[in-house]
């Protein structure tokens, strides 16, 4: 089973933009659903976005304008991309996605998580 591997994380003063990336640790068939998840220090683990395989999305109401799910199917990559950032936004964000092995095989993984912090 592969893993996600997250990257684009970092520091960036409020109202800033950052744009997350999420792509397997290798070799997959497709990715069915991906959705990016977010933890703040003391709280529990959030969805903030979600994409279907078709290319629909979702967000929590928090990030709603603000935030864009995207995927490039090609390259089996989804992306966060984060603008008018606000110190509330700081979490480590994870990815996760249905994994398609094969036809009788899709399994969800998750990525390690890349922090992201704003600053005020």
């Known amino acids: 089973q592969v893993q996600l591997v997250e990257s684009g994380g970092g520091l960036v003063q409020a109202g800033g933009s950052l744009r997350l990336s999420c792509a397997p640790s290798g070799s997959i068939f497709s990715i069915k659903a991906m959705g990016w998840h977010r933890q703040a220090p003391g709280k529990q683990r959030e969805l903030v976005a979600v994409i279907t395989s078709d290319g629909s999305t979702d967000y929590a109401d928090s990030v709603k304008g603000r935030f864009t799910i995207s995927r490039d199917n090609a390259k089996n990559t989804g992306y966060l991309q984060m603008n008018s950032l606000k110190p509330e936004d700081t979490a480590v964000y994870y990815c996760?996605?249905?994994?398609?092995?094969?036809?009788?095989?899709?399994?969800?993984?998750w990525g390690q998580g890349t922090q992201v912090t704003v600053s005020s």
């Open positions: 996760n996605a249905q994994i398609v092995y094969s036809i009788s095989t899709i399994l969800v993984s």
